[in-house]
Structure formats: C-alpha cells, structure tokens
T-cell receptor
Framework: DTEVTQTPKHLVMGMTNKKSLKCEQH?????MYWYKQKAKKPPELMFV???????INESVPSRFSPECPNSSLLNLHLHALQPEDSALYLC??????????????FGSGTRLTVV | AQKITQTQPGMFVQEKEAVTLDCTYD???????LFWYKQPSSGEMIFLIY??????QNATEGRYSLNFQKARKSANLVISASQLGDSAMYFC??????????FGTGTRLQVTL
C-alpha cells in the first residue's frame, strides 16, 4: 500500500459547525503533515507530526486542531471556521529516518468550503 | 528560512517537444533536497523527481530530468517528449533538516497538439 488516503474528498460546512478531516497511511511512515492550499497558490505547511508527537505548528489559528491518535492516522478537527478558510487541505507522510530522498507522499486532498 | 522562486507562471509546449521549467532557491540549511511535484486539476500532488544538495550527478526519472546548478542555486525541471497528460501545475520545493517542504508559486504547463 503506497497511498495516503484522505476523507472526505469534499466538505461544505457552516461557520458554527464542527467537522473533522481524516488522513490514513499504511506505509510505515512516522512523519505526517497537514498543508493548506488556497486556489492558485502553493501549499502552505500547517502542522508536522513526528513519531506521533506534534513537532511543528506554523502559527495556525486554534480553530484548527490536529490529532495523531496512532502512527497511521492523522486528523484535523475544525471548529468555528471562517469563509477564508475555504481551501484544499492536503495530508502528506514521509519516513524521517530514511532521509529526504524518499520524498513525501501526498493524499488527493479535501476540498473544504465554509459557508 | 527557505525561499523558492518560479518565474514562469504559465508555459506552453507542443506535444513531443521538450520543455524546461525554471526554479531558483535560497536556503540556510547546509544539507537540503530539491523536489518537483505535479498537481493536476484533481488536486493530488504527484512526486516527480528529487535532487540532494550533495549529489554530484543530475537526477533523472524517465522523461524527467533535473538540471541542478548548485552555485547558481538553480534546479530546473526538464520534461522531454511532452504528452497531453503532462498539462498540470508544477511546483518546485525545497526540504531541509526540519523535514518540511517549502513550495514555489508554481508553473502551469499546457501541452498543445
């Protein structure tokens, strides 16, 4: 299995809703990432988990709450979002012990629309 | 801090021709990696090719090659024999010791008949 699976593929939520994005991989990767990509822009890093511990938080607002319950799963909990949070949310994983040249594997993303 | 510059917002190439997508970078990490990703309209980021900062030879992967000029901080992607399916957004990225990727602004490539 060489994939990163993200669910749901599309999500529309109101500003008062609570929802979660899910990311799963079974490649034995021990680093997992959340990126946010606005239309016509490059992906921007939000969070990094290394060996199930949060190692990087790029000053993301608290309405985004990441969670890594085990080595295969990464969640992003959403609460009280704003319309400007509408974007493509990409999950990625990598094997930190193997070094950079093994690259990152990305999921196909969740397209989030906040209304 | 890392910075990636892609100066070509859009490029056109005819089918079966070669095309070069430009990328320059700046990083304070002594050891780093350079990546190219393809993003079709579906949104998935597809890994194409990797070049390590200490690699002496330019990386190649099938029709993709990376023209790495370390002194000029340049890592251009060359796609040979372009195909219609190559039409997509292409991102250059740099990864350093913190294991996070920083992306350039991207180049939209359109392959024409």
């Amino acid at each position: 299995d060489t994939e990163v699976t993200q669910t749901p593929k599309h999500l529309v939520m109101g500003m008062t809703n609570k929802k979660s994005l899910k990311c799963e991989q079974h490649m034995g990767h021990r680093a997992m990432y959340w990126y946010k990509q606005k239309a016509k822009k490059p992906p921007e890093l939000m969070f990094v988990y290394s060996y199930e511990k949060l190692s990087i938080n790029e000053s993301v607002p608290s309405r985004f709450s990441p969670e890594c319950p085990n080595s295969s799963l990464l969640n992003l909990h959403l609460h009280a979002l704003q319309p400007e949070d509408s974007a493509l949310y990409l999950c990625a994983s990598s094997h930190p012990a193997r070094g950079l040249n093994y690259g990152y594997t990305f999921g196909s993303g969740t397209r989030l629309t906040v209304v | 801090a890392q910075k990636i510059t892609q100066t070509q917002p859009g490029m056109f190439v005819q089918e079966k021709e070669a095309v070069t997508l430009d990328c320059t970078y700046d990083t304070s990490d002594p050891s780093y990696g350079l990546f190219w990703y393809k993003q079709p309209s579906s949104g998935e980021m597809i890994f194409l090719i990797y070049q390590g900062s200490y690699d002496q030879q330019n990386a190649t992967e099938g029709r993709y090659s990376l023209n790495f000029q370390k002194a000029r901080k340049s890592a251009n992607l060359v796609i040979s024999a372009s195909q219609l399916g190559d039409s997509a957004m292409y991102f250059c990225a740099v990864g350093g010791t913190a294991s996070k990727l920083t992306f350039g602004t991207g180049t939209r490539l359109q392959v024409t008949l």
